[in-house]
Nanobody, 124 residues
Framework: QVQVVESGGGLVQAGGSLRLSCAASGRTFSSNAMAWFRQAPGKEREFVATISWSGIAVIYADSVKGRFTISRDNGGNTVYLQMNSLKPEDTAVYYC?????????????????WGQGTQVTVSS
């Protein structure tokens, strides 16, 4: 069983930055794609970013492109989401997810394991 644990959320003013971390257990971490999704109150869960097993291939949602950066440290079984120029509309619970294939996707249904989420609140 793979465990996924997010950390790094918090309260930040608009224009500020946060870095989320996601630690995943399991010997196959380095072979699995990872992703971040988010869910704002009253809204559907939405894709944020994904990174392939090697870190070479990344995909971002249009809403975060140029502001967020996803990266991974396979030695540390950790994936990161650096969030800059934060906006109030980025306020959401952010979830980390992993799938048992090497390449990421934007569809939440493709992911096999999820964390409990970490709250990010951006004040105006």
């Amino acid at each position: 069983q793979v465990q996924v644990v997010e950390s790094g959320g918090g309260l930040v003013q608009a224009g500020g930055s946060l870095r989320l971390s996601c630690a995943a257990s399991g010997r196959t971490f380095s072979s699995n794609a990872m992703a971040w999704f988010r869910q704002a109150p009253g809204k559907e869960r939405e894709f944020v970013a994904t990174i392939s097993w090697s870190g070479i291939a990344v995909i971002y949602a249009d809403s975060v492109k140029g502001r967020f950066t996803i990266s991974r440290d396979n030695g540390g079984n950790t994936v990161y989401l650096q969030m800059n120029s934060l906006k109030p509309e980025d306020t959401a619970v952010y979830y980390c997810a992993t799938k048992r294939t090497r390449w990421g996707s934007t569809d939440a249904e493709d992911y096999d394991y999820w964390g409990q989420g970490t709250q990010v609140t951006v004040s105006s």
